[in-house]
């Protein structure tokens, strides 16, 4: 137990250090000096594990990822997860808060589901933007290798009158009642399992085609390789909207988890909207029961260079009480009779249905 206790302060102070590293202060009352766009960043919210890996989730994302990328990951991995998280972008004057859940167990039909809200505020000294985004998602498989999944998503934006770039303008100002979007959309996704280790994943982003920046309508896939001690992707993200154009976004990121505790995390990742080359870092330390990770990402080549960090807390529970012995690389419910192959064959390596 003291080696435990010594790994645990160990892996408690790399976090720490970390955060000092990418976390520049916030204290400062000076305006955004990224664009509102590039710090709105399509409104996409990332888990750690995503933001490390340059947003390549596509394919392997499940758990809490699996909510905000792809939904039809839900069924790859039996878990209850609760999350609680937060980002912070300095550059941007933005911090996201919020909490989610998702449970792939406590049903006999083979269904998955989750939810998350999360509320965010940007550059509240200028533009002043808030909004709160929450998700619904649901995922099924089909047969041994397929899952289809399904998230609906509703956006409430507020910018005040006479608070955009350009003043009291119709192009970039808020409306007398402050709300500048509310409305939902829908993501659909599907992933196939190619082999235990090798997934595809697509999925379509806003399909309702709101036709605004803050809903963007979107294309993204990637394909990925995990294994009990090593996963990686790569994949890529068309976004249809926010530029009158399509642009593509390429993204990589590779996962090492070692000592059956800790996970090591970098990616990179081409966004040609923003023109900006990023590379990112996380590290998390997963326990049978709860995880502690933090991530954060640099952009290290772009006119306007921007900074996101996200830190998040997870419990792992354990609802059916067959883990009284557990496994040693499983933090999540192990497969119950009559569960999907899809399910059970994703955990074959177990540790992965924990990340």
């Given at each position: 137990?003291?080696s435990?206790?010594?790994?645990?302060?160990?892996?408690?102070?790399l976090?720490?250090?970390?955060?000092?590293?990418?976390?520049p202060?916030l204290?400062?009352?000076?305006?955004?000096?990224?664009?509102p766009?590039?710090?709105?960043?399509?409104?996409?919210?990332?888990?750690?594990?995503?933001?490390?890996?340059?947003?390549?989730?596509?394919?392997?994302?499940?758990s809490?990822?699996?909510?905000?990328?792809?939904?039809?990951?839900?069924?790859?991995?039996?878990?209850?997860?609760?999350e609680?998280?937060?980002?912070?972008?300095?550059?941007?004057?933005?911090?996201?808060?919020?909490g989610?859940?998702?449970d792939?167990?406590?049903?006999?039909?083979?269904?998955?589901?989750?939810?998350?809200?999360?509320?965010?505020?940007?550059?509240?000294?200028?533009?002043?933007?808030?909004?709160?985004?929450?998700?619904?998602?649901?995922?099924?498989?089909?047969?041994?290798?397929?899952?289809?999944g399904?998230?609906?998503?509703?956006?409430?934006?507020?910018?005040?009158?006479?608070?955009g770039?350009?003043?009291?303008?119709?192009?970039?100002?808020?409306?007398?009642?402050?709300?500048?979007?509310n409305?939902?959309?829908?993501?659909?996704?599907?992933?196939?399992?190619?082999?235990?280790?090798?997934?595809?994943?697509?999925?379509g982003?806003?399909?309702?085609?709101?036709?605004?920046?803050?809903?963007?309508?979107?294309?993204?896939?990637?394909?990925?390789?995990?294994?009990?001690e090593f996963?990686?992707?790569?994949?890529?993200?068309?976004?249809?909207?926010?530029?009158?154009?399509?642009?593509?976004?390429?993204?990589?990121?590779?996962?090492?988890?070692?000592?059956?505790?800790?996970?090591?995390?970098?990616g990179?990742?081409y966004?040609d909207?923003?023109?900006?080359?990023?590379?990112?870092?996380?590290?998390?330390?997963?326990?049978?029961?709860?995880?502690?990770?933090?991530?954060?990402?640099?952009?290290?080549?772009?006119?306007?260079?921007?900074?996101?960090?996200?830190?998040s807390?997870?419990?792992?529970?354990?609802?059916?009480?067959?883990n009284?012995?557990p496994?040693?690389q499983?933090?999540s419910?192990?497969?119950?009779p009559?569960?999907?192959?899809?399910?059970?064959?994703?955990?074959?390596?177990?540790?992965?249905?924990?990340?």
């Amino acid at each position: 137990m003291p080696s435990a206790a010594r790994f645990r302060a160990t892996a408690t102070r790399l976090l720490g250090g970390l955060a000092l590293i990418l976390t520049p202060s916030l204290s400062s009352a000076s305006p955004a000096t990224v664009s509102p766009e590039q710090g709105y960043d399509r409104g996409e919210l990332n888990t750690p594990r995503a933001m490390a890996m340059g947003g390549a989730q596509n394919a392997l994302g499940v758990s809490t990822t699996g909510l905000y990328l792809n939904p039809a990951n839900l069924p790859f991995a039996r878990v209850y997860h609760i999350e609680a998280s937060g980002m912070l972008s300095p550059e941007a004057r933005r911090q996201t808060y919020g909490g989610a859940v998702v449970d792939s167990v406590l049903n006999r039909f083979g269904l998955s589901a989750g939810f998350a809200g999360n509320w965010s505020i940007s550059d509240p000294d200028a533009v002043k933007r808030t909004w709160i985004d929450l998700r619904l998602s649901i995922a099924i498989p089909l047969g041994d290798r397929f899952a289809i999944g399904m998230t609906g998503r509703f956006l409430r934006a507020e910018q005040a009158v006479g608070k955009g770039p350009l003043g009291e303008s119709l192009a970039s100002d808020g409306t007398p009642d402050k709300t500048v979007v509310n409305a939902p959309t829908v993501d659909l996704g599907f992933t196939a399992a190619f082999t235990k280790e090798f997934r595809l994943g697509v999925v379509g982003h806003n399909l309702s085609n709101p036709g605004n920046a803050f809903l963007p309508t979107s294309l993204a896939a990637g394909l990925g390789y995990g294994s009990r001690e090593f996963s990686i992707e790569a994949g890529a993200h068309i976004d249809f909207t926010t530029f009158g154009k399509p642009k593509v976004r390429a993204m990589g990121g590779a996962e090492l988890f070692i000592l059956d505790r800790l996970a090591i995390r970098a990616g990179y990742r081409y966004d040609d909207g923003f023109r900006t080359h990023a590379v990112s870092l996380g590290l998390g330390y997963i326990d049978r029961k709860w995880s502690i990770e933090l991530s954060g990402r640099r952009d290290i080549v772009g006119d306007l260079q921007g900074t996101q960090t996200v830190l998040s807390l997870r419990y792992f529970y354990d609802a059916t009480g067959v883990n009284d012995e557990p496994d040693p690389q499983s933090a999540s419910i192990r497969p119950v009779p009559n569960a999907k192959l899809v399910a059970r064959s994703s955990n074959r390596e177990r540790g992965m249905d924990r990340r």
